[in-house]
């Protein structure tokens, strides 16, 4: 299976922030991929720009230590880095103040017929001030776009305001708003499994379907992120926006096409519809000391220094959807730091058969299960029942029907960011949350943010390298459901 490399249009891309840990370590090293793949125009331009002051040598002496520190040397053919390099020009600019500005749009003046990309690579309180001066200094060109990162407000009036200050600069279908796990492989997998064949669509439903588990596990912790993580949180930074965005995709209707907005329209419908969060429907917990598999680590408090920090790094919910579709399928979605292995998955657990005629001797009959694998290994595996081959009577097996990726196409993967990269490049929305989108995902979360700011349901502690604490099993069996582990449907 080869890739189809088609060129982007000429343009022009500022990396705000272009000294940061995003750029560095995301946006060059994307970049440089797609570049050597022949995709980007040989004139186009990345401009970096921050308040440090760097000559363009510097800025590109930088720019070549981060891609050979994240790219492997032998994803890095001959004479692509020079190329790539010689891309680069850099230009000092202060957000909140008028420095820099001034060249800045010299620099941009004369190229309005390329698409131009600001890319705030920056803290969102500095999103409103950079657009401000993007707008003031008439850098707006037809074909202009801005790239955000999350977070996007810390609740729904915060990212409403920040909304409006954004939609004063940029109308909204220049506004790309970037949820990364939207850019991942198997997530575009889900689109493709779900509308591109037959097979799935009629068993889609409460009818058919038992219950979803939506898992994000990561073994690091908070990484010298203590700053921002201590702010946000798990519920805000994981799943405000990725649990939530792939919960869309499992459970929105077929969208009349899979361009930009009939998928988004799609989307927010689900949001829409989900049911209000009850109190002992959420379980919250933070991390003390334990180990990880490489020995002994700190607890979240020891880790940050924050001794008082009611910060939560681990959540479980039930989420439930009020709609014809979904009425009476729970969705747990459950993410956490310091957990006892890295992994993202979508289970679709499909109910019982209504009457089984074997005899008991057959063994258990299992729910069939689809399990959407993101990472590590992504590959989308279909549990079902089969007889045990051979003699021994009729004996029966749960295997799975395995589509993982890695046998079935060996190319490299295109980290997420490329394909984000490449689709703002493009003028390609459906990749990305629109705003009401990002609205409606705070409004279901805000009533749970203000019950944790009244004090209640302080997160339960969970020793580091377990799966959380054991009120998360408990909100799952209580139902009698248990958590989906690999390799035993
Ligand atoms: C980010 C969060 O959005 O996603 C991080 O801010 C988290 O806290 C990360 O670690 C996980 O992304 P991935 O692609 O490694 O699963």
Redesign the pocket.
Known sequence: MTSRIIPVDLFDLVVFGATGDLATRKLYPALFHRDAQNQLPLESRIIGASRRAMADDEFRAFASRAITDHVPEAERPAGCLDRFLARLTYVQVDAVSEDGWPGLSALLRGAEERVRVFYLAVGPDLFGPIAQRIGAHGLVSARARVVLE?PIGRDGASAHALNEEIGKVFPEPAIFRID??LG?ETVQNLMALRFANILFEPLWNAAHIDNVQIT?A?T?GVEG?AGY?DK?GALR??VQ??LLQLLCLVAMEPPVSVEGDAVRDEKLKVLKSLKPIAADAIVRGQYRAGASAEGPVPGYLEETGLKDSTTETFLALKAEIGNWRWNGVPFYLRTG?RLPERV?EIVVEFRAIPYSGFRPSAGEIRQNQLVVR??PDEGVKLWIMIKDPGPGGMRLQNVALDMTFAEAFRERYAD?YERLLVEVLRGHQTLFMRRDEVEAAWAWIDPVLDRWASGMDPPRPYTAGTWGPAAAVALIERDGRTWHEDGEA
């Open positions: 999350k990364h796990y991942k994000v990561e690091l992120r993580y946000a930074d994981m926006n990725h730091k993202s993101l990472q997420a």
